[in-house]
């Protein structure tokens, strides 16, 4: 339960992650400089699914009915979490991504 | 009247924000903290013990205890300890809130609990603002309407909502209140939609009473009963007769099965032959919030006389409203999201005031300004002290009074409400005697000591007040820093130059 709720937060903040880093502006805030196209695809693309990722682990924790509420809750605050650290600390913002493959570890274990 | 469209809904958004955002923001801070409001009621009664005691054990007892003082009562009531309420508490007579007493859920004996008006209190006043009930009402339902015609005079005035989605520039004056003002508001914009529009549902039956009096000609009984609620008939003359109550305990498994963890009973007519057994469910068993739902049994053989009845597609979306609103369903997560989701809405607001006379301040400070206008200036800058960190002031406030008052105090509960207003209109009268950003500064730094400190009140031992504390430990921190940083943040060039930037963007 507590494991998908981390993993549906997680998910979210990486997709907002990656449609952020997917706009010109915030790119260049972070790398200080432009990005290229492809790449640009690619962290959007990467980002949507990302989020999606996170409302099916929201259904898994609270189930159909209430996943959606909570998905849209976690995905606001995700957004705002990462928006507030992105002006002040922008690699730790981007750096933070990284508890994801931690997460993804821990399920692995687990489930062995 | 304004030439343009945008520019009437930016009039709109600037006026109506600035006047209705004062009790928007207390509104939306009593909201915030309702959501823990039985977490808050237990920190506010520090003598109710947490126990672990089965709900058919504790019912036994609070019976036991109800067969020996109140035999002869019309109506039992019941509150049994639960995951978020760990008192045991019985009541007679109708009275739904307050009155009764509180008893030790292990040995049934009745305990001495101080008075409080507790979390409640908040609730109470998110919804009436502590006017009389349907006064209150009517006038948060109004708030409610301008702060969605605020949220949609937003949406309106804002150009850049998907170019700025993510965009916040912080220490550039004006500019980085109002990028923090369309950060909170944008991206939590489902939210606050979603609970400006819910709290409207909830009352609807108060303000458009049409549909209802049409439909049943006014008769609110009538149409509570079509949607099933019909409290059954019972023959008069059984209630004459005495007779053996039925053991409860098979009735709360039979009814925890079938709706999940329950929050009391109601017993009418107990030790007669016409004994009713009402059963009711926690609310946050489903999203449809199940608020006055009961299974009914019969008080000596123990059938179950009537089911929770279904509700039909209509009044199922209005609980289902009603339900996101209260936020009493997907357990302790779930809280948790509403309870940032709503500190982030009051930051929202609060930023929305700030800004209003961050924009305006150098025009009215300065000496040529004409001095009625500066004078209503100060109006708005006195009011924005008193009611975002006065408010702040007077919650916390609240708390420490429910810890120091006198605990055989009379009218306990109305002093602990005088303390909360008493404190919030000293710093209203504190922000007309103090420059601002020191009544600022000062207002803030006191509201994040008196959190901290709330941590020396103890009760650690409890899960429950342990929570509390360490939640208002957080805020106090939080607090703390932007007091601080209000403090000796020095207002810069860098302000007078992002003004004079966006002016020329505009």
């Not at chain 2, 989605?165 to 923090?180: A, E, H, N, V, Y």
């Not at chain 2, 301040?361 to 009625?372: E, L, M, N, P």
């Not at chain 2, 000591?449 to 805020?475: K, N, T, Y």
């Amino acid at each position: 339960m507590m494991m998908w709720m981390t993993g549906a937060v997680l998910f979210a903040y990486a997709g907002m992650l990656g449609l952020c880093l997917g706009l010109e502006r915030h790119y260049k805030q972070v790398w200080h400089r432009s990005c290229p196209r492809l790449w640009r695809i690619g962290l959007r693309s990467t980002g949507w699914l990302a989020l999606l990722a996170s409302l099916a682990l929201c259904a898994k924790a609270w189930g159909w009915a209430m996943g959606p509420v909570a998905w849209f809750g976690v995905l606001s605050l995700a957004g705002w979490v990462l928006v507030m650290l992105l002006s002040y600390w922008p690699r730790l913002a981007v750096g933070l991504v990284g508890a994801l493959p931690g997460w993804g570890l821990m399920q692995v274990v687990t489930s062995l | 009247m304004k030439n343009t469209f945008t520019q009437s809904m930016a009039w709109l958004h600037t006026w109506a924000g600035l006047i209705f955002g004062w009790l928007l923001f207390a509104i939306f801070v009593t909201g915030t903290l309702a959501v823990f409001d039985k977490e808050l009621n237990h920190w506010m009664q520090p003598e109710i013990p947490a126990t672990q005691v089965s709900q058919a054990d504790a019912a036994r007892r609070a019976i036991n205890y109800l067969q020996a003082h109140e035999p002869q009562a019309g109506n039992w009531g019941i509150s049994l300890p639960s995951e978020r309420a760990p008192g045991l508490r019985v009541s007679t007579g109708e009275r739904r809130h307050g009155g009764g007493v509180q008893l030790d859920p292990r040995t049934g004996e009745a305990i001495e609990v101080r008075d409080s008006v507790g979390g409640n209190f908040f609730f109470r006043f998110h919804f009436t603002l502590d006017l009389p009930r349907n006064w209150g009402i009517f006038v948060v339902g109004a708030l409610a309407l301008v702060m969605l015609a605020a949220l949609i005079t937003g949406i309106v005035i804002h150009k850049k909502i998907f170019k700025e989605f993510f965009t916040f520039r912080p220490s550039k004056g004006q500019r980085s209140w109002l990028d923090f003002h369309n950060a909170s508001a944008v991206l939590l914009l489902p939210f606050h939609l979603m609970i400006t529009y819910t709290g409207l549902v909830i009352f609807m039956l108060i303000y458009i009473p049409a549909g209802v009096d049409a439909l049943f000609a006014g008769d609110t009984r009538a149409y509570f009963q079509a949607q099933g609620n019909a409290r059954m008939e019972q023959p008069r003359g059984l209630a004459r007769q005495p007779a053996a109550l039925v053991d409860v305990a098979p009735l709360l498994a039979q009814a925890e099965a079938r709706l999940g963890p329950i929050s009391g009973l109601n017993i009418r007519n107990p030790n007669t032959a016409a004994a009713r057994i009402e059963i009711r469910p926690e609310l946050g068993n489903r999203i449809a919030l199940a608020k006055g739902q009961a299974m009914v049994f019969d008080g000596v053989s123990g059938q179950l006389l009537s089911d929770v009845p279904e509700w039909r597609a209509v009044p199922l979306t209005q609980r289902v409203m009603v339900g996101l609103h209260f936020a009493q369903f997907g357990g302790y997560p779930m809280r948790w999201l509403y309870f940032v989701c709503g500190l982030v809405s009051c930051l929202m607001i609060a930023s929305g005031l700030v800004l209003f006379c961050v924009k305006r301040g150098r025009k009215y400070a300065s000496a040529t300004a004409d001095v009625s206008a500066r004078r209503w200036f100060r109006v708005a800058e006195v009011c924005n002290v008193g009611f975002v960190s006065g408010l702040l002031l007077a919650c916390v406030g609240l708390l420490w009074a429910s810890r120091l008052l006198p605990v055989e105090l009379i009218q306990r509960e109305s002093w602990e409400v005088r303390a909360f207003f008493g404190v919030w209109l000293l710093a209203l009268l504190h922000a007309g005697v103090r420059p601002a950003r020191r009544a600022w500064a000062e207002q803030l730094l006191l509201t994040a000591l008196l959190c901290i400190a709330l941590v020396a009140f103890g009760g650690f031992e409890d899960e429950m007040r342990l929570g509390v504390a360490a939640c208002a430990l957080v805020l106090g921190v939080l607090l703390g820093l932007v007091g601080w940083r209000v403090r000796h943040a020095q207002p810069v060039q860098q302000k007078a130059r992002a003004g004079r930037q966006q002016e020329a963007e505009a």
